[in-house]
């Protein structure tokens, strides 16, 4: 699909995700709701930047189930509304999406835009959003290309303003963040004003009758799939071997078909994943006589064609996740895909041929690790020198984060699941000691996580007279995915009204509340110990700084340069700074036995100074 557009002066590089807001832009979009998390935040970003010229409306909502919760309320009112988030942000809109799919989205059209991290590169888990669109009951589609990306969009919005459904759209992290060229379309002519709402958008009392009214529309709309030319196959003339393939997997099944120049392969890349083009499908599976498919990451396509199929007089022979043929878990890849076709084949593939094989010996392992003079890395030195005090009793139940590389730092975090969920564990934790639980329990969350989904749990825990210590790391931005705004930053957009945790916390009535500053080190470890000593429920909020953050990192420091004294410092007899703190400004000597201060990458908080037991990190002033 191009949109008419041929001239190649209108074709311009873009990223998946900047492909998506552009196609969203010429569907003539009005409304966009999102919370940033990666590999989604660039789709909210872009529209934001392009706000004003084209007259949308962009928020970054408190959560996701607020975004849909809104942009919904805009398609009902006749705007065009996209909500995007990624796929651990649907969990938590999912409640509405089980409800809007029933009452039905009006005539602006709504498109959802979840992105998948298949291997969980930015994601505490590795999760498959495509089931959601079968549990909902709603359109979904993958596009595999950037082209695709802008013109599925586009095709989404007319979708749900034809069927009057919230309508999905799944990208993965690859073609979300990689980049190509894009042919811009014509934008929407259509004019963007607010109307009267339908009439019963709610489900009672007859919530079944909904639900048949739906079904009825995706049978519709699986007859618009038949004939929609999304669906793309090659070379299925005389073929022995069909390759079905979604998403960004359809790229490196091309790149595999190229590489092996076979003429008895066929490929069908479907993009229409749920409801399936059935008629399409059951042609291609008559005339092949095996088939194998490539998806990320369960075998969602593979298991919907095999049910498809079993009204074949003959079955062809089925390859894929099912079989072990492609992995279950993780990232899709050239190679997997050739050593797959060989394997059915029966013709092996020479592992130096392979690019994986090529390029591994060019890879380093690198540890995950916080910035230099990240104030987490502070509050996590402060828990481990708390947890010695109190005789390693201390539990630490956390959140997805920057701070969520607590798990990496000795493990001074025990647990992170999801956003939230740290307040909300620590609670049932604190209810223990009648069954012999005696470690003192410590949950910690940022500033926006804070707002996203701890609220429910702190009240909870306020109500139950929870026994713990809630620890709030406060640097007032998004600071995880790029310092976007929350309720609670520093700095707000015009006619947004600042809402302070503080009051928050303090309406709740703690039993002990107190403020700290993440910066102070040695005070900050007093202030934990003293703290988490108390029985009741405790809440510190700190003061902590991003260094990347370009309002805060331009604090000045009284220091210009730190230095490490040889003569003072113990070496390998300590490496204290080095290996347990672990700041990646110092580094190791090994020619001197010592560490050493880089400073090229150095922010001069002085934290360092704090840590070393011997009092060898000084800061000067240059002449």
Same mark, same amino acid.
């Given at each position: 699909?191009?949109? =008419?557009?041929?001239?190649?002066?209108?074709?311009?590089?873009?990223?998946?995700?900047?492909?998506?807001?552009?196609?969203?832009?010429?569907?003539?979009?009005?409304? #966009?709701?999102?919370?940033?998390?990666?590999?989604?935040?660039?789709?909210?970003?872009?529209?934001?930047?392009?706000?004003?010229?084209?007259?949308?409306?962009?928020?970054?909502?408190?959560?996701?189930?607020?975004?849909?919760?809104?942009?919904?309320?805009?398609?009902?009112?006749?705007?065009?509304?996209?909500?995007?988030?990624?796929?651990?942000?649907?969990?938590?809109?999912?409640?509405?999406?089980?409800?809007?799919?029933?009452?039905?989205?009006?005539?602006? =059209?709504?498109?959802?835009?979840?992105?998948?991290?298949?291997?969980?590169?930015?994601?505490?888990?590795?999760?498959?959003?495509?089931?959601?669109?079968?549990?909902?009951?709603?359109?979904?589609?993958?596009?595999?290309?950037?082209?695709?990306?802008?013109?599925?969009?586009? !095709?989404?919005?007319?979708?749900?303003?034809?069927?009057?459904?919230?309508?999905?759209?799944?990208?993965?992290?690859?073609?979300?963040?990689?980049?190509?060229?894009?042919? +811009?379309?014509?934008?929407?002519?259509?004019? +963007?004003?607010?109307?009267?709402?339908?009439?019963?958008?709610?489900? $009672?009392?007859?919530?079944?009758?909904?639900?048949?009214?739906?079904? @009825?529309?995706?049978?519709?709309?699986?007859?618009?799939?038949?004939?929609?030319?999304?669906?793309?196959?090659?070379?299925?003339?005389?073929?022995?071997?069909?390759?079905?393939?979604? =998403?960004?997997?359809?790229?490196?099944?091309? @790149?595999?078909?190229?590489?092996?120049?076979?003429? %008895?392969?066929?490929?069908?890349?479907?993009?229409?994943?749920?409801?399936?083009?059935?008629?399409?499908?059951?042609?291609?599976?008559?005339?092949?006589?095996?088939?194998?498919?490539?998806?990320?990451?369960?075998?969602?396509?593979?298991?919907?064609?095999?049910?498809?199929?079993?009204?074949?007089?003959?079955?062809?022979? !089925?390859?894929? +996740?099912?079989?072990?043929?492609?992995?279950?878990?993780?990232?899709?890849?050239?190679?997997?895909?050739?050593?797959?076709?060989?394997?059915?084949?029966?013709?092996?593939?020479?592992?130096?041929?392979?690019?994986?094989?090529?390029?591994?010996?060019?890879?380093?392992?690198?540890?995950?690790?916080?910035?230099?003079?990240?104030?987490?890395?502070?509050?996590?030195?402060?828990?481990?020198?708390?947890?010695?005090?109190?005789?390693?009793?201390?539990?630490?139940?956390?959140?997805?984060?920057?701070?969520?590389?607590?798990?990496?730092?000795?493990?001074?975090?025990?647990?992170?699941?999801?956003?939230?969920?740290?307040?909300?564990?620590? #609670?049932?934790?604190?209810?223990?000691?009648?069954?012999?639980?005696?470690? %003192?329990?410590?949950? $910690?969350?940022?500033?926006?996580?804070? !707002?996203?989904?701890?609220?429910?749990?702190?009240?909870?825990?306020?109500?139950?007279?929870?026994?713990?210590?809630?620890?709030?790391?406060?640097?007032?931005?998004?600071?995880?995915?790029?310092?976007?705004?929350?309720?609670?930053?520093?700095?707000?957009?015009?006619?947004?009204?600042?809402?302070?945790?503080?009051?928050?916390?303090?309406?709740?009535?703690?039993?002990?509340?107190?403020?700290?500053?993440?910066?102070?080190?040695?005070?900050?470890?007093?202030?934990?110990?003293?703290?988490?000593?108390?029985?009741?429920?405790?809440?510190?909020?700190?003061?902590?700084?991003?260094?990347?953050?370009?309002?805060?990192?331009?604090?000045?420091?009284?220091?210009?340069?730190?230095?490490?004294?040889?003569?003072?410092?113990?070496?390998?007899?300590?490496?204290?700074?080095?290996?347990?703190?672990?700041?990646?400004?110092?580094?190791?000597?090994?020619?001197?036995?010592?560490?050493?201060?880089?400073?090229?990458?150095?922010?001069?908080? =002085?934290?360092?100074?704090?840590?070393?037991?011997?009092?060898?990190?000084?800061?000067?002033?240059?002449?």
């Amino acid at each position: 699909m191009t949109d =008419g557009m041929n001239d190649s002066q209108h074709r311009t590089m873009m990223s998946g995700n900047e492909a998506i807001a552009r196609g969203a832009i010429e569907a003539g979009i009005g409304f #966009c709701t999102s919370y940033p998390g990666t590999p989604a935040t660039e789709i909210a970003t872009e529209l934001f930047d392009l706000a004003d010229k084209h007259d949308i409306y962009v928020e970054w909502s408190t959560n996701e189930k607020v975004a849909l919760e809104a942009a919904a309320g805009a398609s009902w009112a006749g705007i065009p509304a996209l909500c995007s988030m990624k796929s651990l942000g649907l969990n938590v809109a999912s409640d509405f999406l089980l409800n809007v799919n029933l009452s039905g989205t009006g005539k602006g =059209g709504l498109v959802i835009v979840v992105c998948d991290d298949p291997r969980g590169h930015s994601s505490s888990n590795e999760q498959d959003s495509r089931f959601y669109a079968k549990a909902a009951q709603i359109p979904l589609l993958e596009p595999s290309t950037y082209q695709e990306a802008k013109d599925v969009t586009r !095709f989404a919005f007319k979708l749900s303003q034809q069927f009057e459904v919230p309508v999905m759209v799944r990208s993965t992290t690859r073609l979300s963040h990689s980049r190509g060229l894009v042919g +811009k379309g014509m934008l929407s002519k259509r004019k +963007k004003a607010a109307g009267v709402l339908p009439e019963k958008l709610y489900n $009672v009392p007859m919530p079944h009758l909904r639900h048949r009214d739906l079904l @009825e529309k995706m049978e519709r709309i699986v007859r618009e799939f038949e004939t929609s030319d999304l669906n793309m196959h090659t070379n299925i003339k005389d073929m022995e071997l069909l390759v079905i393939s979604s =998403g960004i997997c359809s790229m490196y099944v091309r @790149e595999a078909l190229h590489l092996i120049e076979s003429t %008895k392969i066929g490929h069908l890349n479907i993009v229409t994943t749920h409801p399936l083009p059935k008629k399409t499908l059951t042609s291609l599976l008559e005339n092949a006589n095996r088939v194998l498919f490539v998806e990320e990451t369960d075998p969602f396509v593979e298991d919907e064609v095999r049910t498809l199929s079993a009204d074949l007089e003959e079955l062809p022979a !089925f390859y894929g +996740k099912r079989t072990g043929h492609i992995p279950s878990y993780g990232e899709m890849d050239t190679d997997t895909v050739r050593t797959a076709i060989g394997r059915i084949d029966g013709t092996r593939v020479d592992e130096k041929q392979l690019g994986q094989a090529a390029g591994a010996d060019l890879l380093i392992k690198r540890p995950l690790t916080f910035c230099a003079g990240c104030t987490h890395r502070n509050f996590y030195w402060a828990i481990r020198k708390v947890k010695k005090r109190v005789g390693g009793k201390l539990v630490v139940a956390g959140d997805i984060g920057c701070y969520s590389l607590g798990v990496f730092y000795d493990e001074a975090m025990n647990t992170m699941q999801a956003m939230g969920s740290g307040i909300g564990v620590a #609670c049932g934790l604190s209810k223990l000691e009648r069954f012999g639980f005696d470690s %003192k329990v410590v949950a $910690v969350a940022g500033d926006s996580t804070f !707002f996203h989904a701890c609220l429910p749990g702190l009240v909870n825990a306020r109500h139950k007279n929870a026994n713990l210590t809630f620890v709030i790391l406060d640097n007032a931005t998004t600071a995880m995915t790029g310092f976007q705004t929350h309720p609670g930053s520093r700095h707000q957009a015009q006619g947004f009204r600042r809402v302070e945790i503080e009051d928050i916390v303090k309406a709740l009535q703690p039993d002990s509340y107190a403020r700290g500053d993440a910066n102070d080190i040695k005070g900050l470890i007093d202030l934990l110990h003293s703290t988490i000593s108390r029985s009741g429920l405790k809440v510190l909020l700190l003061n902590s700084i991003c260094r990347l953050d370009q309002d805060t990192s331009k604090q000045e420091s009284k220091n210009d340069v730190f230095l490490i004294d040889p003569k003072i410092c113990r070496g390998e007899k300590c490496r204290i700074c080095f290996a347990d703190f672990g700041c990646p400004a110092i580094s190791w000597d090994s020619a001197n036995e010592q560490p050493v201060i880089l400073d090229s990458m150095c922010v001069r908080c =002085g934290a360092c100074i704090d840590v070393c037991p011997h009092d060898a990190i000084k800061g000067e002033k240059l002449q």
